[in-house]
Nanobody, 124 residues
Framework: QVHVVESGGGLVQAGGSLRLSCAAS????????AGWFRQAPGKEREFVAA????????NYADSVKGRFIISRDNAKNTVYLQMASLKPEDTAVYYC?????????????????WGQGTQVTVSS
């Protein structure tokens, strides 16, 4: 089973950018789809973006389309979330997760492995 660890969070002003990284350990990471989710205080965890194992398909929440880009480098066992034009409402703990199989990329219950999360805070 693959294990994932997030990094790259921090404090940024509105309009700024951040890049999150998700480092995976374990075998055959390229066979796992990966997703980013986030959870703001007092709110439920929500889907942000997902990418298939080979990187050929990506999916985004409407709230981040055009601002966030998910990508992966399987040679480095790493998935990235490039975030731009950040807004205060993007403030949350961001989680990386990995899953087997296709489809249901926005459904958190289909993901097998989760990281501990990294805090992103966007100031106004």
């Amino acid at each position: 089973q693959v294990h994932v660890v997030e990094s790259g969070g921090g404090l940024v002003q509105a309009g700024g950018s951040l890049r999150l990284s998700c480092a995976a350990s374990g075998r055959s990471f390229s066979s796992y789809a990966a997703g980013w989710f986030r959870q703001a205080p007092g709110k439920e965890r929500e889907f942000v973006a997902a990418i298939t194992g080979g990187g050929g398909y990506t999916n985004y929440a409407d709230s981040v389309k055009g601002r966030f880009i998910i990508s992966r480098d399987n040679a480095k066992n790493t998935v990235y979330l490039q975030m731009a034009s950040l807004k205060p409402e993007d403030t949350a703990v961001y989680y990386c997760a990995a899953k087997n199989g296709a489809a249901y990329y926005s459904d958190s219950t289909t993901y097998l492995s989760w990281g501990q999360g990294t805090q992103v805070t966007v100031s106004s």
